[in-house]
């Protein structure tokens, strides 16, 4: 069974500098895909970067990014010019590539990170 | 394009009690998940319905029961509730296809006493 790991509980940063939240995992698969997901007190999950285990270069989306480390199973986010509204429970994220079309999807959560933006 | 709908937002029940939460999927969406979050803990997978059909379960007792409908809408079940089943429950659909990402609601957060 895969599992994900989130070491850091709470982590803080000055608004408009930079902070990267560390995610390990640990699978026997070759291929896979890794999320991180944002979750506001508002509750909803939302997608905000994904990288395919395949692809060897490192997901961009604006001003988040990601350092991927197939060998050594790490994949953590970085967010650049931190903004207010980054504040709020960040989820890395695991799922398996089904080996057909009829796989189970399911996505593994790690327990997550705080994210506090300090004005 | 609608997102993902739950509901009640908010549910109080008792202890041994039945409930039954409600999903509308995104439009174009044709799976849908069901997640478990504890507080202070990541979502945990409970099962998956593609095509009006479970296609996979995680560690939840046979209590924990779904349905999925033609419009791809979805119900959870939980029979006889635990001080334990209090939690947020998330739906999360999305179009089968190699690596999308789901699309969450925001939950329906659950309380027995």
């Known amino acids: 069974a895969q599992t994900v790991t989130q070491s850091q509980p709470e982590m803080s940063v000055q608004e408009a500098e930079t902070v990267t939240l560390s995610c390990t995992y640990d699978t026997s698969e070759s291929d896979y895909y890794l999320f991180w997901y944002k979750q506001p007190p508002s509750r909803q999950m939302i997608l905000v970067i994904r990288?395919?285990?395949?692809?060897?270069q490192n997901a961009t989306e604006n001003r988040f990014s990601v350092n991927f480390q197939k060998a050594a199973k790490s994949f953590s986010l970085k967010i650049s010019d931190s903004q207010l509204g980054d504040a709020a429970m960040y989820f890395c994220?695991?799922?398996?590539?089904?080996?057909?079309?009829?796989?189970?999807?399911?996505?593994?959560f790690g327990t997550g990170t705080r994210l506090t933006i300090i004005p | 394009e609608t997102g993902v709908t739950q509901s009640p937002t908010h549910l109080i029940k008792t202890r041994g009690q039945q409930v039954t939460l409600r999903c509308s999927s995104q439009?174009?969406?044709?799976?849908v998940s069901w997640y478990q979050q504890a507080l202070g803990q990541g979502p945990q997978f409970i099962f998956q319905?593609?095509?009006?059909?479970?296609?996979g379960r995680g560690n939840f007792p046979p209590r924990f029961s779904g349905l999925q409908f033609p419009n791809y809408s979805s119900e959870l079940n939980v029979n006889a509730l635990e001080l334990d089943d209090s939690a947020l429950y998330l739906c999360?659909?999305?179009?089968?296809?190699?690596?999308?990402?789901?699309?969450f609601g925001s939950g329906t957060r659950l309380t027995v006493v």
């Open positions: 439009s174009g969406h044709n799976t």
């Open positions: 990288q395919e285990a395949y692809k060897q």
């Open positions: 999360a659909s999305s179009f089968r296809a190699r690596g999308n990402g789901y699309t």
């Open positions: 994220a695991y799922r398996s590539a089904p080996v057909n079309s009829f796989g189970n999807e399911k996505l593994t």
């Open positions: 319905y593609y095509r009006e059909e479970e296609n």
